[in-house]
């Protein structure tokens, strides 16, 4: 079955410092990976995907996530965080893209200033 | 292009009632699926309507329910409410599997007192 661990809850950056959120998947073929960034109250925005081919994938506002197909993971990073970068990420993954999805806990960041 | 609209965007509910939420997909998307956000948890997927019919089925009781119109707008149904249903409730709509992006709404409420 597949699954997705993101060990982190929460995490507190400063701004301007670098971010990294990291992903475990569990999933016995090749995975569609997915990152999701969720703002208080609201639906889920995507933020990249990997299907195939480069396994450094670049996403909107400045985020990018590798797929490390040896260490099960699919880590989100981005440079330098912004305040408004304040939010939960999600870690996804699916058989196929459209389909289902599998979803981990979640990643609470906060950014201080 | 308005996008995922779901409505209502908060319901309160007494346990043993019975709920329908609505969700119209973007424009030119044919597949809806919904998923319920418990407080702290990730997205946990319920099922995937296509051409009118259920496709894929998460671990939901059968309490949960759906359906599919021609105008590939969708509701769900929840009878007998229980407090652990309280959830934000998540419609996501696609093309079909295989070159689509999962574009989610804002989502509903549902308070179950």
């Known amino acids: 079955a597949q699954s997705v661990t993101q060990p982190d809850i929460h995490i507190t950056v400063s701004e301007g410092a670098s971010l990294e959120l990291r992903c475990n998947y569990s999933?016995?073929?090749?995975?569609?990976l997915f990152w999701y960034v969720q703002s208080p109250g609201q639906g889920l925005q995507l933020l990249l995907k990997?299907?195939?081919?480069?396994?450094l994938v670049q996403g909107i506002k400045g985020f990018e996530a590798e797929f490390k197909r040896s260490q099960s993971s699919f880590n989100l990073r981005k440079p330098s965080v912004h305040w408004s970068d304040a939010a939960e990420y999600f870690c996804a993954v699916g058989a196929v893209y459209g389909n289902k999805l599998v979803f981990g806990a979640g990643t609470i960041l906060r950014v201080k200033s | 292009d308005a996008g995922v609209t779901q409505s209502p965007t908060h319901l309160i509910k007494t346990r043993g009632q019975q709920v329908t939420l609505r969700c119209s997909p973007k424009s030119g998307h044919d597949t809806v699926s919904w998923y319920q956000q418990a407080l702290g948890q990730g997205p946990q997927f319920i099922f995937q309507?296509?051409?009118?019919?259920?496709?894929q089925r998460g671990n939901f009781p059968d309490r949960f329910s759906g359906h599919q119109f021609p105008n590939y707008s969708s509701e769900l149904n929840v009878n007998a409410l229980l407090l652990g249903d309280s959830a934000l409730y998540l419609c996501?709509?696609?093309?079909?599997?295989?070159?689509?992006?999962?574009?989610f709404g804002q989502g509903t409420r549902l308070t179950v007192v």
């Open positions: 996501a709509s696609s093309l079909p599997p295989g070159d689509a992006e999962a574009f």
């Open positions: 999933y016995g073929a090749t995975p569609y």
């Open positions: 309507y296509y051409e009118e019919e259920e496709r």
């Open positions: 990997y299907f195939s081919g480069d396994t």
